[in-house]
C-alpha cells in the first residue's frame, strides 16, 4: 500500500551518537542513512525504496559542522542547508552557493535538509550539484571494515554521480563532508535556474564560474542540471571561453554551443526542446553575472 | 520494535513508545489528541504539518517521531498564554487572513519563528518565511498584513514591558 499519510513499511532505527557507530549499522544490507528526510520520506512512502533500517544522522557531532580548514570551506553531512545559508564565512564567500541553497523548498524544507542529502538523492534537476561543479567541490566519503577506525576517501563532486539517483556510494559508506576551495581574488561565480513557480523542482538549472585576468577570461566553468541523466559540466562551453578577451557578444557566443553538451529529455517538468533553448540563455546570464562578481567592467 | 522516546510539546513531556516508521504528525494528531498540525499533503509541499522544533519550522508530515526525542515541539495549541490568543492570532483574525482555516496553523508558526528571530521583517522577509505555506483561499494579501500588525503588537509590548 503506498499512502503519503501513514508508511506502511516496517524498519528499525538506530539514533547513533558516534560516526563509527552509525558506519557500523550502515553496514548490514539493507541500511540507509536517514537525513533531513524530505526526499527519503516521500520515497519510503510511495514504496519507491524499502529499508529496513535507518541510521539517523543528524546530531552526530562529529558530522555536524561548517568549518574554514586548510583554504577550504568544509560542510560536515549534518549540517543543515538554513545553517549553510546563514554562516558567515558562507554568506561572504559563496554568494552564489548561498543562491543555489535558497531556492530549494520552503524555510521548513531547508530547516531540516542537508547538503550531502541534495548530492546523495542524486536527482539530475538538484539544485546544489551545478555550483559544486564550478567551485571545483570535493565530497568526502567514509565507511569502517570494523575495528579499523573510520577509513576516508575523497572525490571530485564530478565522479560522485553515476546515472539519475544514483551514485558512487556503495552499501556502508556515507558522505562524511563536502568541502570547496576558497575562490581566488579575482573570481566570480552565479547560479540560476528555471522552475514553474517558485516552490517547484527545477526544469533546469546552471551554475558559472569565472577567473579573471584585466579584460580576459582566464578559466571559465560551466555546470547544468536537468539536461542529462546527471549534472554536467560543459567543456565546449569552457574551451570556447578560454583566454578570450571580453566584450562582442563572447558570452552569448559561447552560450550557444551549450547544445553539444547536454542531452536533455522531455519530462513531466519540461520538454527537450525548451530545455535546449533556454538552457545558452540561462548559461549566459550566469556567466554575465559570474563575470561581473570577478570584478569584470561591462 | 519500539524505540522510548520523549517528546516536549508545549512544554509539556509526553514519554512515548514510537516505532520507527510513525511519523511526528500522527503522534501529535492521534496519540496526543493536538488536531491543530494539520494533515495536507503528506509530501512537504504544502506546509499545513508545520510545527517548531527548537523554534524552527519543520515539517511533521516528514518527520519520523524517534528523530524529535528530547526536542523542543510547538504547535497552534501551544500558542496562547493563560487564555489569551497570541499577538499573531489575534491580528490573523483582526487582518481577516483566515477564510476556511485550514492553512492558519502552520501559517502562523511559520510567521512565528520568523518573527522569533527577526522582530521587524520586510515584505520580503515575510514572503520567503511563508514560501512553503500554501493558502488556497486568501490570496496572501491579509496574511502578510496580519503578520506586520502582529510584529508591530509585539514590539509594542516590549516597549510597555522595558
Ligand atoms: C517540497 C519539496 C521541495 C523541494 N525542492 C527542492 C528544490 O527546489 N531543489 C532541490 O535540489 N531539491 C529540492 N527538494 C529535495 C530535497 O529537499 C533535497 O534533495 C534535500 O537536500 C535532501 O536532503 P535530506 O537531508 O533531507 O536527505 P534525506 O531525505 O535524508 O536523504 C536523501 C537520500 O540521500 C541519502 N543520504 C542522505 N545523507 C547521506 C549521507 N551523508 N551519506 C550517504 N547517503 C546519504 C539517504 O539515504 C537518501 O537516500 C525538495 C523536497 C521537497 C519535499
Ligand atoms: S502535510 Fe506536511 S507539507 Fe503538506
Ligand atoms: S484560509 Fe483556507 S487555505 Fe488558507
Known amino acids: 500500500m503506498s499512502s503519503t499519510r501513514v508508511i506502511s513499511v516496517d524498519f528499525e532505527c538506530r539514533i547513533p551518537r558516534k560516526l563509527e557507530e552509525a558506519l557500523e549499522a550502515l553496514n548490514e544490507e539493507g541500511s540507509q542513512v536517514l537525513a533531513g528526510g524530505t526526499d527519503l520520506l516521500n520515497n519510503i512512502k510511495i514504496n519507491a525504496v524499502k529499508p529496513s533500517r535507518l541510521v539517523y544522522v543528524l546530531g552526530i557531532p562529529e558530522l555536524e559542522f561548517i568549518s574554514v580548514e586548510g583554504g577550504r570551506l568544509i560542510v560536515g553531512a549534518a549540517a543543515l542547508l538554513s545553517d549553510i545559508e546563514h554562516n558567515r564565512q558562507v554568506v561572504s564567500r559563496f554568494p552564489a552557493l548561498v543562491e543555489a541553497i535558497n531556492v530549494i523548498g520552503g524555510t521548513q524544507i531547508r530547516n531540516m535538509a542537508t547538503l550531502a542529502g541534495n548530492l546523495c538523492n542524486a536527482s539530475p534537476g538538484a539544485d546544489t550539484p551545478p555550483i559544486l561543479f564550478v567551485l571545483d567541490a570535493e565530497v568526502e566519503i567514509c565507511w569502517t571494515n570494523g575495528g579499523t577506525g573510520a577509513q576516508r576517501s575523497r572525490l571530485p563532486v564530478g565522479g560522485f554521480f553515476t546515472g539519475p539517483k544514483k551514485t558512487v556510494l556503495k552499501q556502508g559508506q556515507i558522505v562524511h563532508s563536502v568541502s570547496i576551495p576558497l575562490p581566488p581574488e579575482h573570481s566570480g561565480a552565479a547560479f540560476r535556474r528555471l522552475a514553474r513557480v517558485s516552490l517547484d523542482i527545477a526544469k533546469i538549472n546552471c551554475a558559472a564560474y569565472i577567473e579573471r585576468d584585466g579584460d580576459t577570461v582566464h578559466e571559465a566553468r560551466i555546470a547544468l542540471g536537468s539536461v542529462a541523466p546527471t549534472p554536467v559540466r560543459a567543456p565546449t562551453i569552457e574551451k570556447a571561453l578560454d583566454g578570450r578577451r571580453y566584450g562582442g557578444g563572447l558570452f552569448q557566443e559561447a552560450a550557444e554551443l551549450v547544445e553539444e553538451d547536454i542531452a536533455p529529455i522531455d519530462d513531466v517538468r519540461s520538454t527537450a526542446e525548451y530545455r535546449r533553448q533556454i538552457a545558452s540563455l540561462l548559461v549566459r546570464e550566469a556567466l554575465q553575472e559570474a563575470w561581473r562578481r570577478s570584478g569584470g567592467k561591462g | ?162
Open chain 2, 1 to 162: 520494535m519500539k524505540t522510548a522516546i520523549t517528546l516536549n510539546v508545549n512544554g509539556k513531556e509526553y514519554p512515548l513508545e514510537v516505532k520507527a516508521n510513525e511519523i511526528l504528525l500522527n503522534v501529535l494528531r492521534d496519540r496526543l489528541g493536538l488536531m491543530g498540525t494539520k494533515y495536507g499533503c503528506g509530501i512537504g509541499e504544502c506546509g499545513d504539518c508545520t510545527v517548531l522544533l527548537d523554534g524552527k519550522a519543520i515539517l511533521s508530515c516528514q518527520s519520523l517521531a524517534f528523530t524529535a526525542d528530547g526536542k523542543k515541539i510547538t504547535t497552534i495549541e501551544g500558542l496562547e498564554h493563560n487564555g489569551s490568543l497570541h499577538p499573531l492570532q489575534q491580528a490573523f483574525i483582526d487582518e481577516g487572513a483566515v477564510q476556511c482555516g485550514y492553512c492558519t496553523p502552520g501559517m502562523i508558526l511559520s510567521a512565528k519563528a520568523l518573527l522569533d528571530t527577526k522582530p521587524d521583517p520586510s515584505d520580503q522577509e515575510i514572503k520567503q518565511a511563508i514560501r512553503g505555506n500554501f493558502c488556497r483561499c486568501t490570496g496572501y494579501t491579509n496574511i502578510i498584513r496580519a503578520i506586520k500588525t502582529a510584529s508591530e503588537k509585539i514590539k509594542d509590548q516590549g516597549r510597555k514591558q522595558t
